[in-house]
């Protein structure tokens, strides 16, 4: 109860300051980049098409936006990127705010024939409809919510599911850390009667992270 009621404070005054130092500045081919992009291309086969739009749930500061460019430009000549964040103005160690860095990242990815976008916002208020959407580490448990500093009443992970794919047109990757978040995301997709194919354990040349990741992609 403590531990949400400082989650709720916490949240509460990020999301009214918005403070944050400016003009970040970092590598825009950083690992994540190069992890997602791997990802992308081994396991989310997509068609060529004039234009395509995609989505980001929980981009947290988008430090891999890159990867997500490079690779859905490779299928498009003009591409509309967004990414959502319900926690945007969450501090890191260094006081630069996930919104500020996330701008580094998309600035110079910004063209004539593609437009990139941060919504510091809950996904449930997002009402465009996208071809592509991403999903990575959804919260399908409330442990790693409340790690991260949500309050509780933001832990609803059938709800969100359903918006995202009322937002769908045609494929969504998602991708959960655990063998357990995999076969709770399973039971979820399942009750809900989504068309899914089970990627098994999503496997990258990267060492970037401890525990094993697997994917889905739900189809419409």
Do not use: C
């Not at 992009?37 to 890159?66: H, M, R």
């Amino acid at each position: 109860m403590f531990n949400d009621f400082k989650n709720k404070f916490d949240f509460y005054i990020r999301t009214k300051t918005k403070f944050s130092k400016k003009n970040y500045s970092g590598n825009i081919n950083n690992p994540e980049s190069e992890y997602l992009f791997e990802i992308l291309t081994n396991y989310f086969p997509i068609d060529f098409q004039e234009s395509i739009s995609v989505l980001d749930i929980g981009s947290k500061n988008w430090a891999y936006v890159k990867g997500e460019y490079d690779f859905f430009k490779n299928y498009s000549t003009q591409l509309i990127l967004d990414g959502v964040e319900i926690d945007a103005y969450r501090l890191n160690s260094n006081f630069y705010s996930r919104y500020e860095i996330a701008q580094f990242y998309i600035k110079n990815l910004q063209g004539v024939n593609n437009e990139i976008n941060y919504y510091p916002d809950n996904l449930l208020n997002i009402n465009k409809k996208y071809d592509y959407i991403i999903w990575l580490l959804p919260f399908i448990t409330i442990y790693p919510l409340q790690k991260w500093g949500l309050p509780k009443k933001y832990f609803m992970p059938e709800k969100l599911l359903k918006h995202a794919y009322r937002l769908l047109n045609k494929q969504m990757l998602i991708i959960n850390q655990t063998e357990s978040e995999m076969n709770i995301q399973k039971e979820l997709l399942d009750k809900l009667n989504f068309k899914y194919e089970y990627l098994g354990e999503i496997k990258s040349s990267s060492s970037l992270f401890k525990e094993k990741r697997f994917g889905f992609i739900i189809k419409k």
